[in-house]
């Protein structure tokens, strides 16, 4: 494991947990961000009781009937494709002057 990586895991913060424990809902975590997240976890209580909130969900989002599912899409504001646009012309434009 790299040293990077074994860092990562020691010294995961709370806001690092919640946000791999937020990813985990959408794509499959590398080894060490399973670990780091495991072992942070272990230690911090509120941590554990967020993921268990996030399994929780997860559970009930999968097992709702598609019907539901789709009331809900429908139910749900959404925004106009040149809204969707001016977006992302502000997060490209806030990317590069991070990189700058």
């Known amino acids: 494991m790299k040293l990077q990586n074994i860092r990562m895991v020691v010294h995961l913060s709370c806001e690092e947990a919640s ?3 937020s990813a ?3 794509r499959d975590l590398s080894r060490s961000e399973r670990w780091g997240l495991r072992l942070h ?3 911090c209580g509120s ?3 967020m993921q268990r909130q996030l399994d929780a969900f997860r559970k ?3 097992s709702m009937p598609d019907s539901a599912r789709q009331q ?3 139910a749900m504001p959404h925004l106009s494709a040149d809204r969707k646009q001016q977006i992302k012309r502000l997060l490209a434009d806030t990317s590069r002057a ?3």
């Open 60 to 62: 009930l989002a999968t």
């Open 98 to 100: 991070d990189q700058g």
């Open 24 to 26: 985990a809902l959408d």
């Open 41 to 43: 976890t272990l230690i």
């Open 19 to 21: 946000r791999l424990a």
């Open 72 to 74: 809900i899409r429908d």
């Open 47 to 49: 941590c554990r009781r």
